[in-house]
T-cell receptor, first 115, second 117 residues
Framework: AQKVTQAQTEISVVEKEDVTLDCVYETRDTTYYLFWYKQPPSGELVFLIR??????QNEISGRYSWNFQKSTSSFNFTITASQVVDSAVYFCAGQGNTNAGKSTFGDGTTLTVKP | DAGITQSPRHKVTETGTPVTLRCHQT?????MYWYRQDPGHGLRLIHYSYGVKDTDKGEVSDGYSVSRSKTEDFLLTLESATSSQTSVYFC????????????????FGAGSRLTVL
């Protein structure tokens, strides 16, 4: 069975602060995929990034960056210079290659960015 | 637009009544999923489909059934709704084509908010 742990339930920061959202994925699969999805107050779920378990290269996209460490099964997400529009619920998800592609989600981290 | 729609978007019903939620896609994707979202529980998989008439249970399937008679439609049925099934239901699709970039990325519908009184 897979398990995704997002230890932070809620985070509140002031605009322009950096913030890191933590995610740990537990699985017996040797190959798997990790994802981050964003759910803004409007309620839709939006895909942000996918990472393969065999690719530990960090990724940066604008103010967003992701750090994957296979040794600790962590896939952390950092927002640099946060903005009010970043306020949302962020979900980390994992998908093994032996479970028919079912994604397991964490409970989500609610990020509030105050002006 | 991703080509996935859910209906109805909002529904209020009474305990014991049957309810059917519909997910319709125009992407010709193989895989379809039903998740429910509740505070403090993230998204939990109810049922999924890996092809026409091919479905299987997820982690919270009790009280739910599904059907997929066409590639584009995936129906979620609550045979006798209970208050514990008050939730927001999301349908998701993915291509599942090996080697295709994004083959395992989920695209979600807008959600269906169900209230069972």
């Amino acid at each position: 069975a897979q398990k995704v742990t997002q230890a932070q339930t809620e985070i509140s920061v002031v605009e322009k602060e950096d913030v890191t959202l933590d995610c740990v994925y537990e699985t017996r699969d040797t190959t798997y995929y990790l994802f981050w999805y964003k759910q803004p107050p409007s309620g839709e779920l939006v895909f942000l990034i996918r990472r393969n378990s065999f690719d530990e290269q960090n990724e940066i996209s604008g103010r967003y960056s992701w750090n994957f460490q296979k040794s600790t099964s962590s896939f952390n997400f950092t927002i640099t210079a946060s903005q009010v529009v970043d306020s949302a619920v962020y979900f980390c998800a994992g998908q093994g290659n032996t479970n028919a592609g079912k994604s397991t989600f964490g409970d989500g981290t609610t990020l509030t960015v105050k002006p | 637009d991703a080509g996935i729609t859910q209906s109805p978007r909002h529904k209020v019903t009474e305990t014991g009544t049957p309810v059917t939620l519909r997910c319709h896609q125009t992407e010709n994707h193989r895989y379809m999923y039903w998740y429910r979202q509740d505070p403090g529980h993230g998204l939990r998989l109810i049922h999924y489909s890996y092809g026409v008439k091919d479905t299987d249970k997820g982690e919270v399937s009790d009280g739910y059934s599904v059907s997929r008679s066409k590639t584009e439609d995936f129906l979620l049925t609550l045979e006798s709704a209970t208050s514990s099934q008050t939730s927001v239901y999301f349908c998701a699709i993915r291509p599942g084509l090996a080697g295709l970039s994004g083959a395992n990325v989920l695209t979600f519908g807008a959600g269906s908010r169900l209230t069972v009184l």
